[in-house]
């Protein structure tokens, strides 16, 4: 009796996982045809950093048709603007707009890293000899 129960529970729990991974295909491939266009990036935090040179960045958004395309080009711009160095922390969220729910706007929020100076001085003696201060900060 005890080895009946077990082995329908077995196969309800197999069924369960078949029916999950199944409802997940089928998200997957309805987020992939499920028209999306980005109409708009907002990009919290900067000063220092050239607008020009994050546009250039995130200009590929603006280009996706599907609500599958914009994740992967999200992390494709996220990843390009933290290997720009210029950046401590780079956060990226994803919203609807308000008129029209195939219609995106992505948020950028961007902590610039400390700002990096040198200074080297040099001082020439009346012996030919010449000496040097490097500062890094």
Do not use: W
Not at 70 to 75: D, H, N, P
Not at 83 to 94: A, E, I, Q, R
């Amino acid at each position: 009796m005890d080895r009946e129960i077990a082995s329908k529970k077995m196969v309800i729990k197999k069924i369960k996982t078949e029916l999950k991974n199944h409802r997940k295909d089928k998200f997957h491939k309805k987020m992939e045809t499920l028209p999306a266009r980005v109409k708009m990036v907002n990009i919290d935090g900067l000063s220092r950093t050239s607008d020009k040179l994050v546009m250039v960045k995130v200009q590929q958004l603006f280009d996706v048709q599907s609500f599958q395309e914009i994740i992967k080009t999200s992390k494709e711009v996220h990843q390009n603007l933290k290997s720009l160095g210029c950046f401590k922390k780079v956060s990226m969220t994803v919203d609807t707009m308000p008129e029209d729910d195939t219609h995106y706007r992505v948020n950028i929020t961007v902590e610039e890293t400390g700002s990096v100076f040198a200074n080297l001085g040099v001082v020439c003696s009346t012996q030919d000899q010449v000496a040097g201060v490097v500062r890094v900060g």
